[in-house]
């Protein structure tokens, strides 16, 4: 069964810095594209970024460009996210999601910034 457990979000003041982490099991994930996700309160769930199976390429939404790193370990079937420079319009709940099961979400989780 795919199972996608995000964590490390939280409450950082503007300027801040965290670091997401997607927890992937149940299926083969070294061979499968993540990406992150998120939803701001009253508004549509939204791309942020993308890797490849073997992290070689990544993209990144306009948005979040040059602040923010994707990168994953295939070795702990974990994808990760790196946020810099958050600002508020980055306060949202954030999820991973799998080429391999692309209608498979998990709880997200929620980041919050704010002086």
């Known amino acids: 069964q795919v199972q996608l457990v995000e964590s490390g979000g939280g409450l950082v003041q503007p300027g801040g810095s965290l670091k997401l982490s997607c927890a992937a099991s149940?299926?083969?994930?070294?061979?499968?594209?993540m990406r992150w996700f998120r939803q701001a309160p009253g508004k549509e769930r939204e791309l942020v970024a993308f890797?490849?199976?073997?992290?070689?390429?990544?993209k990144y939404a306009d948005s979040v460009k040059g602040r923010f790193t994707i990168s994953r370990d295939n070795d702990k079937n974990t994808v990760y996210l790196q946020m810099e420079s958050l600002i508020p319009e980055d306060t949202a709940v954030y999820y991973c999601?799998?080429?391999?099961?692309?209608?498979?979400w998990g709880k997200g989780t929620l980041v919050t910034v704010s002086s």
């Open positions: 999601n799998a080429d391999y099961a692309p209608s498979r």
């Open positions: 149940g299926f083969a994930f070294s061979g499968s594209v």
């Open positions: 890797i490849s199976a073997f992290g070689t390429m990544t």
